[in-house]
Nanobody, 121 residues
Framework: QVQLVESGGGLVQAGGSLRLSCVASGRTFSNYVMGWFRQAPGKEREFVAAITWSGGSRSNADSVKGRFTISRDNPKNTVYLQMNSLKPEDTAVYHC??????????????WGQGTQVTVSS
């Protein structure tokens, strides 16, 4: 089992920045591909970004390219999502997740409870 706890969400004005963190506990963190997803009210969950166990490869959704950056610190068992140039349409609950299938798989085994991000116009 892997337990994931997100933090760093909040209320920010459009154009601002936030950094989300996700701390993992349980099995060896460095074995997992880590991802961030988001879900806005009334919408389906949406992939945001993912990063391989080494941090050498990343995948990003088109909607966040050039604005969001995923990174990880394996000794700290932590994955981050740096979000810049935020837009009102980025408002959602953001979840981190973990899996071992590969960078481009969207089938994740472990999920955090999520952290709310609200961007005001």
């Amino acid at each position: 089992q892997v337990q994931l706890v997100e933090s760093g969400g909040g209320l920010v004005q459009a154009g601002g920045s936030l950094r989300l963190s996700c701390v993992a506990s349980g099995r060896t963190f460095s074995n997992y591909v880590m991802g961030w997803f988001r879900q806005a009210p009334g919408k389906e969950r949406e992939f945001v970004a993912a990063i391989t166990w080494s941090g050498g490869s990343r995948s990003n959704a088109d909607s966040v390219k050039g604005r969001f950056t995923i990174s990880r610190d394996n000794p700290k068992n932590t994955v981050y999502l740096q979000m810049n140039s935020l837009k009102p349409e980025d408002t959602a609950v953001y979840h981190c997740a973990a899996q071992t299938r590969g960078l481009y798989s969207r089938d994740y085994d472990y999920w955090g409870q999520g952290t709310q991000v609200t961007v005001s116009s």
